[in-house]
């Protein structure tokens, strides 16, 4: 078990090398790579207070200019909804790391050693006062501890860089010393990324052949397939950002035997089905043995064909050419373990060189995509429309089935709060305003 402190994935960030290496550590199966709750909690707060105090200096500034105009003003900012900002970064964060309980008991003596001055907490000089903290370092520390002595035929790595309150992983203060005796070669204190790399990868050479075997081979294709449906595939309550595409001008299905005529370059808003996919490239591969086998991160191009909606909202279907850029994360010698897809760019229209080689498309689009698809289209048009005839409001409403149902999700263009003032002010029988 490697269990982390805060410290080491926040130098490490999210996206890069490091995470990458981690995330390979942990997907090999030769160690478990974890971090404490607390350390969770830390993580997720070190991203979601600077964006909430992002709003309380929008909502002082929007308050001061209400004040200073001088008519009726009342502007609106978002609510800060901490709840989604938490799943987000615990969601980006778990890709990574796997999460160790901090028990009650490890909470209740924190608190014990924090009052009374025990390491790792401490006093600290600000201002005029004297404060006592390290409660949660504590607590990180004795997760760990817990977890080892749980653990009897594991061998734990504590990887903190804190040495000024965990120490250095030789000598310990009182009651730290305590806390490992027994557990001499079973407890291993870490204290940077480079030892935990050290001790479980050694850098391997892998060329682009080797690569280009594993990146082709159906298991390969198919869980990029899924990660772009899932990631840019078109549903309800999914936000997906606009991203180009070729694709045909006819009903031609056959992409790859089109002339500069037959295609366009398309915003749309998400794939229809699936995608086909085929290899299209590979660099900068980094390769590790870990145990008895070679893993390699790499960045991998794709050539996607799919059916997407020509005009975003539209209803006419065309098949469509994509280039995707992926970071990826796969085996060479251990080729039934799926790739994982560990980032991406956003998809670009392929080329008429590079649809040549696109693999064909799907037959037809998921059908439950379509009717969604096609509820929120009327949504959309109730919107435009009652800005011009808002008399004609509840008539679109309805063509839109049961708005009730509709509001409880969010559409790809509408807020759901611009429906529900649109329908306020039509019970209240004012005149719509252009905002």
Same mark, same amino acid.
Not at 27 to 48: C, F, K, N, Q
Not at 126 to 138: C, H, I, L, S, Y
Not at 228 to 252: D, E, I
Not at 312 to 325: F, I, L, M, R, T
């Given at each position: 078990?490697?269990?982390?402190?805060?410290?080491?994935?926040?130098?490490?960030?999210?996206?890069?090398?490091?995470?990458?290496?981690?995330?390979?550590?942990?997907?090999s199966?030769?160690?478990?790579?974890?971090?404490?709750?607390?350390?969770?909690?830390?993580?997720?707060?070190?991203?979601?207070?600077?964006? %909430? %105090?992002?709003?309380?200096?929008?909502?002082?500034?929007?308050n001061?200019?209400?004040?200073?105009?001088?008519?009726?003003?009342? =502007?609106?900012?978002?609510?800060?909804?901490?709840?989604?900002?938490?799943?987000?970064?615990?969601?980006?964060?778990?890709?990574?790391?796997?999460?160790?309980?901090?028990?009650?008991?490890?909470?209740?003596?924190?608190?014990?050693?924090?009052?009374?001055?025990?390491?790792?907490c401490?006093?600290?000089?600000?201002?005029?006062?004297?404060?006592?903290?390290?409660?949660?370092?504590?607590?990180?520390?004795?997760?760990?501890?817990?977890?080892?002595?749980q653990?009897?035929?594991?061998?734990?790595?504590f990887?903190?860089?804190?040495?000024?309150?965990?120490?250095?992983?030789?000598?310990?203060?009182?009651?730290?010393?305590?806390?490992?005796?027994?557990?001499?070669?079973?407890?291993?204190?870490?204290?940077?990324?480079t030892?935990?790399?050290?001790?479980?990868?050694?850098?391997?050479?892998?060329?682009?052949a080797?690569?280009?075997?594993?990146?082709?081979?159906?298991?390969?294709?198919?869980?990029?397939?899924?990660?772009?449906?899932?990631?840019?595939?078109?549903?309800?309550?999914?936000?997906?950002?606009?991203?180009?595409?070729?694709?045909?001008?006819?009903?031609?299905?056959?992409?790859?035997?089109?002339?500069?005529?037959?295609?366009?370059?398309?915003?749309?808003?998400g794939?229809?089905?699936?995608?086909?996919?085929?290899?299209?490239?590979?660099?900068?591969?980094?390769?590790?043995?870990?145990?008895?086998?070679?893993?390699?991160?790499?960045?991998?191009?794709?050539?996607?064909?799919?059916?997407?909606?020509?005009?975003?909202g539209?209803?006419?279907?065309?098949?469509?050419?994509?280039?995707?850029?992926?970071?990826?994360?796969?085996?060479?010698?251990?080729?039934?373990?799926p790739?994982?897809?560990?980032?991406?760019?956003?998809?670009?229209?392929?080329?008429?060189?590079?649809?040549?080689?696109?693999?064909?498309?799907?037959?037809?689009?998921?059908?439950?995509?379509?009717?969604?698809?096609?509820?929120?289209?009327?949504?959309?048009?109730?919107?435009?429309?009652?800005?011009?005839?808002?008399?004609?409001? =509840?008539?679109?409403?309805?063509?839109?089935?049961?708005?009730?149902?509709?509001?409880?999700?969010?559409? %790809?263009?509408?807020?759901a709060?611009?429906?529900?003032?649109?329908?306020?002010?039509?019970?209240?029988?004012?005149?719509?305003?252009?905002?």
């Amino acid at each position: 078990m490697i269990i982390l402190d805060t410290n080491i994935l926040e130098k490490a960030k999210l996206g890069t090398t490091s995470t990458d290496l981690l995330k390979t550590i942990g997907t090999s199966g030769v160690d478990v790579v974890a971090v404490p709750s607390v350390v969770m909690e830390e993580l997720i707060a070190h991203r979601i207070v600077p964006e %909430r %105090r992002k709003y309380e200096r929008a909502a002082q500034a929007l308050n001061s200019i209400a004040e200073s105009t001088p008519w009726p003003y009342s =502007p609106k900012l978002p609510v800060f909804d901490h709840d989604r900002f938490r799943e987000h970064w615990s969601r980006q964060w778990g890709e990574i790391v796997s999460v160790l309980r901090t028990s009650g008991e490890a909470l209740h003596e924190a608190m014990h050693r924090e009052a009374h001055v025990l390491a790792p907490c401490k006093e600290v000089e600000t201002g005029q006062k004297t404060e006592k903290v390290g409660g949660r370092d504590a607590a990180i520390w004795l997760t760990a501890i817990e977890y080892a002595r749980q653990h009897p035929t594991e061998k734990v790595y504590f990887v903190s860089g804190n040495t000024r309150d965990f120490g250095d992983g030789r000598t310990y203060q009182h009651p730290m010393d305590a806390d490992v005796f027994g557990l001499e070669g079973r407890f291993i204190h870490l204290t940077s990324l480079t030892d935990v790399i050290n001790e479980f990868a050694t850098p391997e050479n892998v060329d682009n052949a080797a690569a280009e075997t594993a990146l082709r081979t159906p298991e390969a294709l198919r869980a990029v397939a899924l990660d772009a449906r899932r990631t840019y595939g078109l549903r309800v309550g999914h936000h997906t950002p606009l991203f180009p595409v070729a694709a045909t001008v006819s009903g031609n299905r056959r992409l790859n035997h089109l002339g500069a005529d037959d295609i366009e370059t398309a915003l749309v808003d998400g794939w229809l089905a699936a995608p086909a996919v085929s290899y299209h490239s590979v660099r900068d591969i980094k390769a590790h043995r870990i145990g008895d086998h070679v893993w390699c991160g790499a960045t991998a191009q794709w050539l996607l064909a799919g059916l997407v909606f020509r005009k975003p909202g539209g209803s006419h279907v065309n098949p469509a050419g994509a280039v995707w850029e992926t970071r990826v994360l796969f085996s060479t010698t251990q080729p039934e373990t799926p790739l994982t897809v560990l980032r991406s760019s956003l998809p670009r229209a392929a080329t008429l060189e590079e649809l040549a080689n696109v693999p064909e498309p799907p037959q037809k689009p998921e059908l439950d995509v379509l009717v969604n698809a096609r509820r929120w289209s009327l949504i959309e048009q109730a919107v435009a429309h009652s800005t011009r005839n808002f008399s004609d409001l =509840p008539e679109f409403l309805r063509q839109s089935w049961e708005f009730e149902d509709a509001k409880r999700g969010l559409s %790809r263009h509408v807020d759901a709060q611009v429906m529900e003032d649109l329908l306020h002010r039509w019970q209240a029988e004012e005149p719509p305003t252009d905002d």
